[in-house]
Antibody
Framework: QVQLQESGPGLVKPSETLSLTCAVS?????????WGWIRQPPGKGLEWIGS???????YYNPSLKSRVTISVDTSKNQFSLKLSSVTAADTAMYYCARTDSSSWKRPFDYWGQGTLVTVSS | SYVLTQPPSVSVAPGQTARITCGGYNIGSKSVHWYQQKPGQAPVLVVY???ERPSGIPERFSGSNSGNTATLTISRVEAGDEADYYC???????????FGGGTKLTVL
């Protein structure tokens, strides 16, 4: 059973960079599959941020692409999200998840529990 | 960019059938996936590739997709099915993932 766990600061100041990490257990990232970040503002719907393969190949939501960097560290079996120049609109629950096969086009079958990030001074 | 439209809410009595729609231009040509999200929890995949069920998902959950509408059908609805439901596709024209706005299922 694949397990994903998000971690990072729960509070980020406006204009700063949000940084989160997703630790994966019971499965090696290097074995395949795409790994993604999805966020959900309070009381709103899901928004895909981007996805990454163990090779480092990435796909980003065009609406966030200029501010997003997703990276992978296979030695630590984790992947990370950086979102720059944050505003209050970036306040959300951030989830990491895995696709159900080695394609970025597939659904997410395993999800972390999510971590709430608030942007406020 | 590609837009998926879901009704904000659907209500159904226990034991009845709930149908949640997801509208999008020519969505029938895409693979549609559905997630269930209960309050305070992460989403759970309940249907993928229009009509396939992951292991552990009851047969009461089914899906269909044709034309401009995909539908998640929940038969013999139970109180525990009360949740938000989201549809999801990969838009090949923009090469990115799109979610619908979500539908809140209320069991009366």
């Amino acid at each position: 059973q694949v397990q994903l766990q998000e971690s990072g600061p729960g509070l980020v100041k406006p204009s700063e960079t949000l940084s989160l990490t997703c630790a994966v257990s019971d499965y090696s990232i290097s074995s395949g599959y795409y790994w993604g970040w999805i966020r959900q503002p309070p009381g709103k719907g899901l928004e895909w941020i981007g996805s990454i393969y163990h090779s480092g190949s990435t796909y980003y939501n065009p609406s966030l692409k200029s501010r997003v960097t997703i990276s992978v560290d296979t030695s630590k079996n984790q992947f990370s999200l950086k979102l720059s120049s944050v505003t209050a609109a970036d306040t959300a629950m951030y989830y990491c998840a895995r696709t159900d096969s080695s394609s970025w086009k597939r659904p997410f079958d395993y999800w972390g529990q999510g971590t709430l990030v608030t942007v406020s001074s | 960019s590609y837009v998926l439209t879901q009704p904000p809410s659907v209500s159904v009595a226990p034991g009845q059938t709930a149908r949640i729609t997801c509208g999008g231009y020519n969505i029938g040509s895409k693979s549609v996936h559905w997630y269930q999200q209960k309050p305070g929890q992460a989403p759970v995949l309940v249907v993928y590739d229009d009509s396939e069920r992951p292991s552990g998902i009851p047969e009461r959950f089914s899906g269909s997709n044709s034309g401009n509408t995909a539908t998640l059908t929940i038969s013999r609805v139970e109180a525990g099915d009360e949740a938000d439901y989201y549809c999801h596709v990969w838009d090949s024209s923009s090469d990115h993932c799109v979610f619908g706005g979500g539908t809140k299922l209320t069991v009366l």
